[in-house]
């Protein structure tokens, strides 16, 4: 059983119910759900089915809402062609007088207020970078800038200000909208685009509450780390957030990219010292979009992210427009599963005791006895999913074993490194809970008789302290 999880990005290539449930089978744990693209009731279809597959296979499958945050985009009426050299106008004002005004061609942003953070020197990116600008002058309402290479541009295309700061709303009014539907069919996580700030995080959580008054519970927020700012802020936003991805796409555009690779081991390392569940993200099979194979260099960026203990590795347009969606998920599945067992993947990170200073001390004996005892599983009583990621942050080369009675708990832990969690919501004792994981596991032929297991019990509702069982010998 891989220990590292595969987060799928559902389009029209995986749409279908048949498809999905093969996508399951070769490996997929969370599917990603774009709220850029698609109408509500796609959506709904498609978590619908979800939530049938997973009750019908018995196995936890998370959902994954990743809402479009403030993404700048150009306004043109007809496309302009610019040549290194050019110069153009870019504004976030439309008064018909200025336009009318301009001696050059003018573009303008969808967001009033932008301009007011850029300045003389600063760099404008286009679509990804496809066309790059350096501002040379600033006036009150626009910004002269002169572009550094040749290009077109056209109506809707994005645009980055990496140099900039802006004071930009964590959510824009479709974002809101987006918010309220995917509380409302019950996401189990949503991912928070153009995170630059811990407030940013603070102030969706907020939103959610007066969105939902009634409500005790709340999908997990993936901030994505995508912006210069928040690698500024990496500690404050790991802190408050729920779980961390690392988006390389827009983190390529914004930083330099000879820097990604090594900003991926520093967003890693920095989530899993705060035991918080991280996912490596972005082109991580880019090839199987159109071929059957992927490239060794691809094959060479999963085991990497393995490697460095993610979480979770994702795949976007590979399983979302590809012509081999279950035989990209199936080939990471392999390669995950490859590294998994070599002799490299065995990196160690110090949980930082100023988050969890009470359990740090009785789980790492929870993993000392596992690992010195060569217990064959860790059996872990959960009801929140806490106990089970900071139990996961240790990396045990045990298994890990989850009991809960709680559905939410059950498909968040879908995304949790080396996790297996299984669901009792029968209205049973919670001591029975060890006793009908040690039946299903040996059921499922994942433990046998005379294995040897250390026994945990985390907070339970009616049960305030932690308590370490010992060691057991399945019978």
Known sequence: MKQTKIVATIGPASESKEVLHKMIEAGMN????????????????????????????????????????????????EPIVVQKGTRIRLSDISEKEQLEAADMPTVLFDMIGIIGGVGVGHTVLIEDGAVAFVVREKKEHCVIVEAKNDGVIKNRMGVILPDSQLVLDILSSKDKKDLHFVVEEGADFIGLSFVGTASDVESVRTVMKEMFPEKTYFPKLISKIERKEAIKNLTAIVKVSDAIMVARGDLGVEMPESEVAILQKQIIAESLRAAKPVIVATQMLQSMTENPRPTRAEVSDVSNAVIDHADAVMLSEESAMGKYPVETVAMMAEIIGKTEESPFDDLYQTLNLNFHSEYATMLRSVYELAKSFRSKAILLLSMSGYTARLLSHFRPESKMFVATNNRNTYNELALVWGIDPYLFEDNQKLDTFIDCLMRETKKDEKLSIGDQVVVFHGRTPDQDTMRLVGTQEIR
Do not use: F
Request: positive net charge; aromatic residues 6%.
């Open 30 to 77: 969370v599917v990603r759900l774009n709220l850029s693209h698609g109408e509500y009731a796609w959506h709904k279809t498609i978590i619908n089915r979800v939530r049938e597959l997973s009750y019908e296979l018995n196995t936890p499958i998370g959902i994954l809402a990743d809402i479009q945050g403030p993404r700048i985009r150009t306004e043109v009426t």
